[in-house]
């Protein structure tokens, strides 16, 4: 549209024609210079659009902010509010942890017909079961899940062995541990240097191939990933049959954030270039060939969101609907077997499925997935003698207790566990800022069914790491937020470029454009897989980050 | 042309026989175990798999059966238990020297040097208790030689527990460490009646050169030391730099 004087010349009308005719002119310039297909990404009936008051989201965040306030200014200050530093921290850790907690609150009050009135933007309402940015053609799906897999593959092989930096903080000069000799927290699987913890899975490993006893273990919880190691244990023996699981893990979930991204963004790069952040990402390469169950788990958790969406289980009725129930609870149940998985993922179907699923529904999925879970420690008991009990059985006992003792202490207590247990440094060590940032611009521009879905994955994913954290914080527990983390950073980053260089018209000035766009996307991915690698060159910060939080540190 | 009935039909009988070749012919804890698995974890995917057609569902009940048969076949690997990562030995007379061999002409060795601003010798040991002067360290280096006291006011890190293992660590001179390409690091007890220690040994996960690196010496015979396998004494040399920052820990 070209601006002319005529545009805007009185030419005799009255005043509310002109100022009908200047709003339709800005919102004209504003579709232009923000159209809905640039910026993914708000459809036209979104819900969203009618007020910022009215999503859930944005109450909770006002919520949180008067909680953080209040416990920040009422309880008396101590070294928590000392420096600015720590005060900006202890206000973030209060935020996040109230927003969360309000959030899903809110998203479970929506079962409710009168609650869910009140935010008129996020009514939940029945999903449209729809593939929106699936692959151009089946070539191109085949040549991008080949070169996930390889890229995936050379940053496991790179990160492999002694440079595994599960093993790698460990070691003094990493500065993380200060009672490990100079190899770190390390055990040797035939002839392989190997994160500690995988002395501790040889006797299940023993138990599956029938080589030793049943012998109660720290992690007889997590029995189900040694099974499945087991099943490779014999041709590839223990080192390489832990590593293989762990790719496959890695290549699956990458795999599965893809499926993700193309279910619910329009845009089809977005769930392409989440899939190289999961492929480049932290928690992957953290673990690359840990002898360790959270990529297994990690790789659940994805494709158990991606079975929610296939078997239709937030909008299929009747007996279609009881048989995607029970197929969501079947594989959220196994999910357990292999690590905790099956919280997160139960959080995630009640935030997401309230009012979309009936609360019946969502019990029945609730308690027939910790049955199987729980099955197998009754079974083991009972059958194997194995204790469950000792180690790592009973950490989330633990936090739980310590919740308690917390409170019973009082505000002043509740607040400094904040500090002692920064929220922000746990998150912050997971991702680190710029996959915050993506994320937030992500947020934005993403419409009403992808971003309540993603919200209800990344709080399900957070809240037990924050649960957990008076334990210990462990941002490998609130890395299973990266389908949501990496899925809104890659519609972050796809929105930039598209704000950087807008699409043409013209079919010719739009192939170069497209390029350009594509530039500007490796570029950024490019970015973000440097700082994930820096542990190649020495530097084990993001590592260590990604080992022990961040704690108050900026 | 298989008809979809008999697809799903085979795949029933593939995890059927996934889950009889599991548990047969396989000690009772183990088949116990495994069953628990096959019918969650294996038939939950067949299961799954399923929903995408007969055909995957096939594919995946076939692979599963594969798999199975790989975990039981004859003349697969056992699961071997790996050198011991934390074990004792005693010196108990004063001629008894536990001895190790670093070399230093490796160029991490060399970079770390280069930056360093001072060097400690650490030792793990077991036993010592409040005593200031338990053992002796020997450093003997192509530059230098020196002898330190190793007792309760060296003791660091997170585990030294007057009467259980942990850190001690004694300065080292950095200048007898340029220009050397082998250092040996002895322990001995200290006094002509001493109290018997234990120090620590472990795994060793850097490859050596070619020979044992560590070796207890006792009645003037050297052993290498350890349950079994090439174990090594806990006896490194840490570089610190500015801001007393780890650089290296070595061996």
């Keep these: 549209m070209v601006l002319t004087r005529r545009n805007f010349s009185p030419s005799g009308k009255r005043p509310v024609a002109i100022a009908r005719e200047s709003r339709a002119f800005i919102h004209k310039m504003a579709a232009e210079v923000f159209p809905p297909e640039r910026l993914a990404l708000r459809q036209p009936c979104d819900p969203g659009r009618d007020g910022l008051g009215a999503r859930q989201d944005l109450a909770a965040g006002a919520i949180a902010a008067a909680v953080a306030s209040l416990l920040v200014n009422w309880v008396r200050p101590d070294d928590s509010t000392g420096t600015l530093a720590m005060l900006l921290d202890l206000s973030v850790s209060l935020w996040v942890t109230f927003w969360t907690a309000t959030y899903v609150t809110l998203r479970l009050a929506s079962v409710m017909p009168a609650v869910s009135g009140w935010f008129r933007g996020d009514r939940p309402r029945h999903e449209a079961s729809r593939t929106v940015g699936a692959p151009a053609s089946p070539c191109r799906a085949w040549a991008f899940a080949i070169a996930i897999s390889l890229l995936c593959t050379a940053e496991w092989i790179l990160h492999g062995g002694a440079a595994n930096p599960f093993l790698a903080t460990s070691r003094p000069e990493a500065g993380m541990e200060s009672w490990t000799n100079a190899d770190g927290y390390a055990t040797i699987l035939d002839g392989y240097p190997a994160q500690g913890d995988g002395l501790f899975l040889l006797n299940l490993l023993g138990l599956f191939m029938g080589d030793r006893p049943a012998i109660s273990g720290e992690f007889d919880r997590r029995a189900g990933h040694v099974y499945l190691v087991s099943l490779l244990q014999a041709p590839l023996g223990a080192y390489w049959a832990f590593a293989t699981v762990n790719l496959g893990a890695w290549i699956t979930s990458a795999l599965a954030v893809w499926r993700l991204g193309w279910r619910r963004w329009p845009d089809r790069a977005v769930g392409e270039v989440a899939a190289v952040m999961v492929a480049t990402g932290q928690g992957f390469i953290f673990m690359s060939t840990a002898p360790q169950a959270h990529p297994t788990a990690l790789a659940a958790f994805a494709v158990v969101l991606v079975l929610l969406d296939e078997v239709a289980v937030w909008t299929a009725r009747g007996t279609t609907g009881m048989r995607a129930a029970l197929a969501a609870a079947w594989a959220t149940g196994l999910a357990g077997l292999l690590y905790f998985g099956h919280i997160p993922l139960l959080l995630v179907t009640w935030v997401f499925g309230a009012g979309r699923v009936s609360p019946g529904i969502l019990a029945g999925v609730t308690v027939a997935a910790l049955a199987i879970a729980t099955a197998w420690q009754w079974y083991g008991e009972w059958l194997l003698g194995l204790r469950f009990s000792g180690g790592n059985n009973d950490l989330a006992g633990g936090a739980i207790q310590i919740w308690f003792r917390i409170l019973s202490e009082g505000l002043w207590s509740f607040r400094w566990q904040f500090h002692a247990g920064s929220v922000r440094g746990l998150l912050v060590g997971s991702f680190y800022y710029p996959w915050w940032i993506l994320a937030g611009v992500g947020l934005m521009v993403t419409a009403y069914r992808a971003r309540v879905w993603a919200l209800a994955v990344f709080v399900g994913a957070i809240a037990p790491a924050i649960a957990f954290s008076p334990q210990f914080r462990l941002p490998r527990v609130a890395y299973f937020a990266y389908p949501a983390v990496y899925l809104l950073a890659a519609a972050g980053l796809v929105a930039i470029a598209r704000a950087m260089v807008p699409p043409a018209p013209d079919p010719v000035a739009e192939g170069s454009r497209r390029i350009a766009r594509g530039a500007i996307i490796v570029v950024g991915l490019a970015g973000l897989a440097i700082l994930t690698n820096l542990d190649l060159v020495g530097n084990q910060s993001f590592t260590v980050w990604f080992h022990q939080a961040q704690e108050n540190a900026w | ?251």
Excluded at chain 2, 62 to 89: C, K, N
Excluded at chain 2, 130 to 143: G, I, K
Aim: hydrophobic letters at 45%; charged letters at 15%.
């Design chain 2, 1 to 251: 042309m298989v008809t979809a009935g008999r697809m799903r039909a085979a795949s029933v009988a593939a995890t059927v026989a996934a889950l009889a070749i599991s548990v047969a012919g396989t000690p009772a804890q183990t088949a116990i175990a495994r069953a628990f698995f096959v019918v969650t974890i294996l038939a939950g995917l067949v299961a799954g798999a399923g929903l995408r057609g007969p055909r995957t569902q096939l594919a995946v009940a076939l692979a599963a059966l594969v798999l199975v048969i790989g975990q039981v076949i004859p003349g697969g690997r056992p699961v071997t238990e790996p050198p011991s990562p934390d074990w004792r030995a005693v010196l108990e007379t004063t001629s008894d020297r536990a001895e190790v061999r670093m070399r230093l002409d490796a160029s991490a060795w060399r970079d770390a040097l280069g930056r360093a601003s001072a060097a400690w010798a650490y030792v793990c040991a077991e036993g010592i208790g409040s005593r200031e002067h338990a053992l002796t360290l020997h450093v003997q280096t192509d530059q230098a030689q020196m002898a330190v006291p190793v007792g309760a006011p060296n003791a660091i890190g997170a585990r030294p527990r007057p009467e259980q293992g942990g850190m001690y660590r004694v300065p080292v001179r950095l200048d007898s460490l340029h220009e050397a390409s082998v250092a040996t690091l002895s322990v001995t007890l200290a006094g002509t009646s001493p109290t018997p220690v234990r120090l620590c040994g472990t795994h060793s996960i850097r490859p050596s050169w070619g020979e044992p690196t560590s070796a207890l010496v006792r009645g003037g015979i050297a052993t290498a030391p350890g349950p079994k396998g090439p174990g090594r004494w806990v006896i490194e040399l840490r570089l610190v730099g500015a801001n007393d920052r780890l650089l290296l820990a070595w061996y």
